[in-house]
T-cell receptor, first 113, second 110 residues
Framework: GAGVSQSPSNKVTEKGKDVELRCDPI?????LYWYRQSLGQGLEFLIY????????KSGLPSDRFSAERTGGSVSTLTIQRTQQEDSAVYLC???????????FGDGTRLSIL | RKEVEQDPGPFNVPEGATVAFNCTYS??????FFWYRQDCRKEPKLLMS???SGNEDGRFTAQLNRASQYISLLIRDSKLSDSATYLC???????????FGKGTRLSVIA
């Protein structure tokens, strides 16, 4: 497709389980971002990938969170041993380079029971 | 000082009103500036870029004041469909990631 694709669109899981969220950016976009957004709150930056450079992980809230970007395209965000406070919408965005406007996916709504 | 600061609002205005939002940024090396719009339970979408000379897109006007490090968005003749959260976005310089403000909520009332 032409836009940023995220899957799953919704995920409900039990506390303590691991979850993996997927993002397929726009073809050719070298910059990829992950954010999360709790209800009524602003965007919280998590991690940024730019080409082959080391990712900017400064926004990851704990070592339970990790992300990879394979082959400069698809990215996965993994949350281990999920906690209820991890419940949020996880948004992925991509841009041609870091300084250019981002295009967002529809997000994954994660609910931890 | 936060990297990007916005008045959270909400701004409640009647249809047809003119409303202005301001945003300040802390890094004087910032080079790229944008306004995004986010509807309730939707992803943010680019509204417009902000250029040094100021720019207009229909009812929307964006301005940049580098000396004072602030950006503004003016909406004229507000429509009900303008109700949303408006996000100020700044690039810190070079190939660094964009930084989003927390957003300003606008409600246009009939």
């Amino acid at each position: 497709g032409a836009g940023v694709s995220q899957s799953p669109s919704n995920k409900v899981t039990e506390k303590g389980k691991d979850v993996e969220l997927r993002c397929d950016p726009i073809s050719g976009h070298t910059a990829l971002y992950w954010y999360r957004q709790s209800l009524g709150q602003g965007l919280e930056f998590l991690i940024y990938f730019q080409g082959n450079s080391a990712p900017d992980k400064s926004g990851l809230p704990s070592d339970r969170f990790s992300a990879e970007r394979t082959g400069g395209s698809v990215s996965t965000l993994t949350i281990q041993r999920t906690q209820q406070e991890d419940s949020a919408v996880y948004l992925c965005a991509s841009s041609s380079v870091g300084s250019q406007p981002q295009h967002f996916g529809d997000g994954t709504r994660l609910s931890i029971l | 000082r936060k990297e990007v600061e916005q008045d959270p609002g909400p701004f409640n205005v009647p249809e047809g009103a003119t409303v202005a939002f301001n945003c300040t940024y802390s890094n004087s090396a910032s080079q790229s500036f944008f306004w995004y719009r986010q509807d309730c339970r939707k992803e943010p979408k680019l509204l417009m870029s902000v250029y040094s000379s100021g720019n207009e897109d229909g009812r929307f006007t964006a301005q940049l004041n580098r000396a004072s490090q602030y950006i503004s968005l003016l909406i004229r003749d507000s429509k009900l469909s303008d109700s949303a959260t408006y996000l100020c976005v700044v690039n810190k310089g070079g190939n660094t990631p964009l930084v989003f403000g927390k957003g300003t909520r606008l409600s246009v009332i009939a």
